[in-house]
């Protein structure tokens, strides 16, 4: 048995995780497949990170060699977008700065068809604000690494409702710090802390 994509991420063996990805490309294999690999280490890459096996250091090496195979991949996805489902407005809130699970959840969405508005990280209360009233997207997501962003994500969706945006507006929460408590006290509609569950939760809300 040869080493898996996963295996390799955790390895930090960007040769072959450079190399898989791309001949399994023009070999014709989905790009999604090779996604939920690549989101299969970073999920073992975090749970080294939490069990102290790996450090920071390790956190960031893994991080950069998955945007350097998400960079060989995107381009292939947008070939699969044939049209728009919707339009999501995303970010991480003010005071966190992580945005692997961001990105990763954005991919997949505009591979999906829809139409991504990534605000970045550490986005403050009123750009969020101003980012719905401007895109009038289906959907507002929040990607949150740390429990101190609970507290602006309330606000933005308690801001909404003041202005009278938040009925046509499905609000989802996702991040390794959420869980059905943080969505009922944010006001959310929907939770995740996987990327692709978080794009059927999305798919759902521009069903009929």
Same mark, same amino acid.
């Given at each position: 048995?040869?080493?898996?994509?996963?295996?390799?991420?955790?390895?930090?063996?960007?040769?072959?995780?450079?190399?898989?990805?791309?001949?399994?490309?023009?070999?014709?294999?989905?790009?999604?497949?090779?996604?939920?690999?690549?989101?299969?280490?970073?999920?073992?890459?975090?749970?080294?990170?939490?069990?102290?096996?790996?450090?920071?250091?390790?956190?960031?090496?893994?991080?950069?060699?998955?945007?350097?195979?998400?960079?060989?991949?995107?381009?292939?996805?947008?070939?699969?977008?044939?049209?728009?489902?919707?339009?999501?407005?995303?970010?991480?809130?003010?005071?966190?700065?992580?945005?692997? !699970?961001?990105?990763?959840?954005? @991919?997949?969405?505009?591979?999906?068809?829809? +139409? $991504?508005? *990534? #605000?970045? /990280?550490?986005?403050?209360?009123?750009?969020?604000?101003?980012?719905?009233?401007?895109?009038?997207?289906?959907?507002? !997501?929040?990607?949150?690494?740390? @429990?101190?962003?609970?507290?602006?994500?309330? +606000? $933005?969706? *308690? #801001?909404? /409702?003041?202005?009278?945006?938040?009925?046509?507006?499905?609000?989802?929460?996702?991040?390794?710090?959420?869980?059905?408590?943080?969505?009922?006290?944010?006001?959310?509609?929907?939770?995740?802390?996987?990327?692709?569950?978080? #794009?059927?939760?999305?798919?759902?809300?521009?069903?009929?």
């Amino acid at each position: 048995m040869g080493k898996s994509i996963a295996q390799a991420l955790v390895d930090f063996d960007e040769d072959f995780v450079l190399g898989e990805v791309t001949n399994r490309l023009n070999n014709g294999e989905e790009p999604i497949q090779l996604i939920r690999e690549l989101q299969d280490g970073m999920g073992l890459i975090g749970e080294r990170f939490e069990s102290g096996d790996y450090f920071l250091s390790e956190l960031l090496m893994s991080a950069d060699l998955f945007t350097r195979a998400m960079e060989v991949l995107e381009p292939k996805l947008e070939d699969t977008a044939l049209e728009t489902i919707g339009k999501i407005v995303i970010g991480t809130p003010k005071g966190d700065i992580h945005d692997i !699970g961001k990105n990763i959840f954005c @991919t997949v969405a505009k591979a999906a068809g829809f +139409e $991504v508005h *990534d #605000l970045g /990280v550490d986005v403050p209360v009123e750009r969020f604000l101003e980012a719905v009233e401007e895109v009038k997207p289906q959907i507002l !997501g929040f990607s949150a690494l740390i @429990t101190t962003t609970f507290k602006p994500m309330k +606000e $933005v969706v *308690d #801001l909404l /409702v003041e202005k009278g945006l938040r009925e046509n507006l499905k609000v989802i929460v996702g991040g390794g710090v959420t869980n059905e408590t943080v969505k009922r006290h944010v006001g959310a509609d929907g939770q995740t802390t996987d990327a692709l569950a978080g #794009l059927n939760q999305c798919k759902k809300f521009v069903s009929l």
